[in-house]
């Protein structure tokens, strides 16, 4: 009887599942920056160029 009631206390705690809830919740953030950063990545290395060309050519001259 002892191991029921161990078993029925040890699934009505919910400590850790705070701790599961964070886990999940911070791959989840972590997936969705790497799926923004991949689709920027060409545009931001396409305006930087931009600039420099512009820089480049006005200080040239």
């Known amino acids: 009887m002892k191991l029921f ?3 029925n206390q040890f699934s ?3 400590d850790g599942a705070v701790t ?3 886990v999940v919740l911070t791959a989840a953030l ?3 920056a ?3 950063i991949s689709t920027v990545k060409s545009g931001i290395e396409e305006a930087s160029t931009d600039i420099k060309n512009e820089l480049t ?3 040239s001259g």
Do not use: M, R
């Open 12 to 14: 009505k705690d919910e």
């Open 5 to 7: 009631k161990l078993a």
């Open 57 to 59: 050519s006005a200080l």
């Open 34 to 36: 790497l799926v923004v």
């Open 30 to 32: 972590v997936g969705i």
């Open 20 to 22: 599961v809830d964070w």
